[in-house]
């Protein structure tokens, strides 16, 4: 038995899922990605002297404005009301890995805010290192974990 996709309606129509009649489940998604950089754009980044200021601050704000954004972003999904996202940092010999983290109660999961909040923390480290380095490599952003909802519990291999 294949799974249906449940964005396309039976006349092959994108469409938005019906969540109405879910139960409000306690959900959290963990996402990731990773920026490669020089030694100097790194360095100035850890040293809080890059060109454009506290680049790891910036990231953290524009990433949570993110996750509240990623209805208005991606088409389908629905707009939810996040009740925490959260996104650490941890430097790298040779650049830094994001995690973004998004949790509500709610009858849908979060894994696109949480996949929305590491993506754009990622481009907000590359604009406000642009000048140290045009040569960064932005990569490997996916879902690292969820938790709720009818699939319970998933990790990432």
């Avoid at 129509?13 to 990773?34: H, L, N, S």
């Avoid at 991606?74 to 973004?100: K, N, Q």
């Avoid at 590491?118 to 938790?147: F, P, Q």
């Avoid at 909802?149 to 990790?155: A, E, F, L, P, R």
Wanted: proline share 3%; with cysteine.
């Amino acid at each position: 038995m294949s799974k249906r996709l449940t964005h396309i309606d039976e006349a092959g129509e994108a469409r938005m899922v019906d969540v109405g009649a879910k139960p409000a489940t306690a959900r959290m998604a963990r996402a990731g990605g990773y920026i490669r950089m020089n030694a100097q754009a790194l360095a100035a980044i850890k040293a809080g002297n890059a060109p454009k200021g506290d680049v790891l601050g910036t990231a953290r704000i524009a990433a949570i404005m993110a996750a509240k954004k990623t209805g208005e972003l991606i088409p389908l999904c629905h707009p939810l009301a996040v009740d925490a996202v959260d996104v650490d940092f941890a430097y790298e010999s040779d650049g830094i890995r994001v995690t973004a983290t998004a949790s509500l109660t709610g009858k849908t999961g979060v894994e696109m805010e949480a996949m929305v909040a590491a993506s754009v923390a990622l481009l907000t480290i590359y604009d406000m290192a642009k000048a140290l380095d045009k040569g960064m490599a932005i990569g490997y952003v996916r879902l690292l974990e969820k938790t709720g909802g009818k699939s319970g519990h998933w990790v990432a291999d």
